[in-house]
């Protein structure tokens, strides 16, 4: 049997990857590593619930605009549904329903009591005003209104969204059931119940896993030479963190473009230019121009690919030549250049652990709202940190003992543990 996407998605395009066909595939190969039965299987291929709404917006010249938002809710069996919600042109039901199988793995891998959901709304956020964003917010939140909830599905920053949207969903959701409800969001300002370290807490997570992966080669951080791909909230955190540490950053890009410097970068002061210019670095003294294309084939010893999908494919593995490929996005390595890294050699750090300090420091939030005592920036950062080593270790631990790769280490794991709570909850025989 092949593990297929079980959702009428969109259909197939020549060179079109279709993001559940591959998720489906690594659960799959996850299935047959644990010898799962494919009954098991075909219950975890399937989200439990899908949502699609009409966001009718009225946009400021007066023309009404009706968008469709997705909320896919792929798997409760360890907790509420944890997830993003992603604004970018790009999203489709079936990324959407992708990412949300990944959250489920993720969460369990980090062992954090979460399943795994994850929203979205196909537009370009830059594209509308502060207020035309902060209607099709709200109107997308109260139309998923009975389906969300503290105890139930829980929503986060993604791509295209930040606490400013958190914020608008926090007050939508707390004005419709009529009282405070801080806990529906996490990534939320600190003003209304947020985390200290929530901002940064992917990028910190993404800079311990590849400063351990480092070390594990017998490489040290300082010196290494780093290209990111995407300057967003991942990706931006990431440089910095990982510039502090002494690693020379020679390459960042956003999606206008990328700049290069042979000697390293000087993050500060790109960060300073970065705000001044619409989040572009585009033009930034003492660095070249270089495309998002040719900035994946730099020499390095770590690539980062910090913005979407699908960007490492079978057309230009064969030109990576970074040593580590440290997944900061989710899913950016499709299935063939995977295989192809691995044959390689090339040390693929899977999207699932090493993103995976943002639904950490979330559930932080989600914890100390519940018990209503917020922690300094210290504890955060101590508690996530010992999440993601722990996390590390036992995937370096699982591939070295199995002989498998790091993320089919990751997948058995995460897996694993969603299997053994269905058994243990009686769902199965
Ligand atoms: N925000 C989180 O807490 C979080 C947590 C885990 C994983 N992720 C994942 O990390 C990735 C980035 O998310 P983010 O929150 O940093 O988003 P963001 O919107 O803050 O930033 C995205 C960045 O990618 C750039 N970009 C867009 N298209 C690009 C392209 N084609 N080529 C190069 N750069 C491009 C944008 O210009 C921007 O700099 C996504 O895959 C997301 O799912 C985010
Ligand atoms: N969108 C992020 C964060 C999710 C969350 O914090 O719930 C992710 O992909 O992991």
């Known amino acids: ?52 709404v009409s966001i009718p917006v009225k946009l400021d010249n007066g023309q009404i605009q009706v968008l469709t938002g997705h ?60 207020g035309e964003l902060e209607r099709i917010t709200r109107r997308y939140i109260s139309e998923l209104i009975k389906d969300i909830g503290p105890s139930v599905d829980i929503p986060a920053p993604d791509m295209g969204t930040s606490a400013r949207e958190m914020a608008w969903m926090m007050d939508t959701y707390s004005v419709n059931v009529g009282h405070a409800v801080p806990g529906i969001v996490t990534g939320k300002p600190l003003s209304i119940g947020g985390s200290l370290g929530r901002e940064k807490a992917t990028g910190r997570g993404v800079m311990i896993i590849v400063r351990e992966a480092l070390a594990e080669r017998g490489k040290p951080l300082t010196g290494a030479r780093v290209v990111i791909q995407g300057f967003g909230n991942v990706g931006h955190a990431a440089a910095e963190l990982l510039h502090q540490l002494g690693a020379k950053i020679i390459a960042v890009s956003t999606g206008a473009g990328g700049i290069f410097a042979t000697n390293g970068l000087d993050i500060p002061a790109l960060t300073a230019y970065r705000a ?23 020499p390095c010893d770590v690539l980062i690919p910090a913005a979407l999908e699908n960007q490492i494919t079978r057309e230009n593995v064969n030109q990576v030549q970074a040593e580590i490929v440290a997944e900061a996005a989710n899913g950016p390595v499709t299935l063939a250049a995977n295989q192809s890294l691995e044959a390689r050699g090339v040390t693929v750090l899977p999207d699932i652990l090493t993103n995976a300090g943002g639904v950490v420091v979330s559930y932080l939030e989600w914890v100390q709202g519940l018990s209503y005592v917020f922690w300094d920036e210290e504890r955060v950062n101590h508690e996530m940190e010992k999440l993601m080593l722990q996390a590390y270790h036992q995937v370096i631990q699982q591939s070295k003992s199995r002989q498998i790769s790091l993320r089919l280490a990751a997948y058995t794991l995460g897996v694993g543990r969603v299997a053994q709570a269905l058994a243990d909850r009686g769902l199965y025989p």
């Not at 489709?92 to 979205?120: F, H, N, R």
Request: with cysteine.
């Open 1 to 52: 049997m092949v593990l297929k996407s079980p959702l009428p998605i969109e259909p197939e395009t020549p060179g079109h990857i279709c993001p559940l066909d591959q998720a489906c595939s690594y659960l799959q190969d996850a299935g047959k590593e644990l010898n799962l039965d494919p009954g098991v299987l075909a219950i975890l291929s399937h989200p439990r619930k899908v949502v699609t």
């Open 71 to 130: 909320r896919v809710q792929h798997s409760d069996i360890l907790g509420p549904y944890k997830g993003g919600i992603r604004y970018h042109p790009a999203v489709t039901l079936g990324e959407v329903s992708a990412l949300a199988m990944l959250m489920t793995w993720k969460c369990a891998l980090l062992g954090i009591p979460y399943g795994g959901a994850k929203g979205g709304i196909a537009i370009n956020p830059q594209s509308y005003s502060v």
């Open 276 to 298: 001044k210019n619409h989040r572009s670095v585009v033009g930034f003294p003492q660095a070249v121009a270089i495309s998002n294309v040719d900035l994946l084939t730099l």
